[in-house]
């Protein structure tokens, strides 16, 4: 049987079973190393709460988005597998998209100025709905770098947060 992703990353880590529980407990979210196994193993299906504390332990945020698009029954019909890119590949995938729906605009607003799309819109209205779609899986990639970058303490998480609450 193959390794599932949070036996990987935890061995990508280096981490015995022990460690990751003691970890959690240090943060008030206790695991025992039995039930780890069985998660690991596939054995026992694993809660939001404990990939989200194994996210953080491991400092790997793209677990919460793995959860979500494969495992999750909601949110593997409502959310997008992001891969992890780089910065420079998120922003040109970002203006290409940008681009492309700057000369959709003005179709968008004759389709859709009626409130009805008719049969012969309907193709540039998909066309439209999937560079939105993109434009909206590379904003998410985007966040999901920041949070990995936040993670490996890339960037400054505390002036980050300060900046965007304001």
Same mark, same amino acid.
């Given at each position: 049987?193959?390794?599932?992703?949070?036996?990987?990353?935890?061995?990508?880590?280096?981490?015995?079973?022990?460690?990751?529980?003691?970890?959690?407990?240090?943060?008030?979210?206790?695991?025992?190393?039995?039930?780890?196994?069985?998660?690991?193993?596939?054995?026992?299906?694993?809660?939001?709460?404990?990939?989200?504390?194994?996210?953080?332990?491991?400092?790997?945020?793209?677990?919460?988005?793995?959860?979500?698009?494969?495992?999750?029954?909601?949110?593997?019909?409502?959310?997008?597998? %992001?891969? =992890?890119?780089? @910065?420079?590949?998120? /922003?040109?995938? +970002? &203006?290409?998209?940008?681009?492309?729906?700057?000369?959709?605009?003005?179709?968008?607003?004759?389709?859709?100025?009626?409130?009805?799309?008719?049969?012969?819109?309907?193709?540039?209205?998909?066309?439209?709905?999937?560079?939105?779609?993109?434009?909206? %899986?590379? =904003?998410?990639? @985007?966040?999901?770098? /920041?949070?990995? +970058? &936040?993670?490996?303490?890339?960037?400054?998480?505390?002036?980050?947060?300060?900046?965007?609450?304001?």
């Amino acid at each position: 049987m193959a390794d599932t992703i949070y036996k990987e990353i935890r061995k990508k880590h280096n981490m015995t079973r022990d460690e990751v529980c003691d970890e959690a407990s240090l943060q008030d979210n206790p695991i025992t190393p039995e039930r780890l196994e069985r998660i690991e193993n596939g054995k026992f299906p694993i809660t939001p709460e404990e990939v989200l504390l194994l996210s953080r332990i491991y400092k790997e945020p793209t677990l919460c988005n793995h959860y979500c698009s494969k495992e999750c029954e909601i949110g593997h019909e409502y959310v997008p597998e %992001i891969k =992890v890119k780089d @910065l420079t590949q998120i /922003v040109l995938e +970002m &203006l290409s998209s940008l681009n492309s729906m700057k000369k959709s605009q003005e179709r968008l607003i004759e389709i859709t100025a009626d409130g009805v799309i008719d049969d012969d819109e309907i193709k540039d209205f998909v066309f439209i709905q999937n560079e939105l779609e993109r434009i909206s %899986i590379t =904003v998410e990639t @985007l966040q999901l770098w /920041v949070e990995q +970058m &936040l993670a490996d303490e890339k960037i400054n998480m505390d002036k980050y947060n300060e900046i965007k609450g304001q």
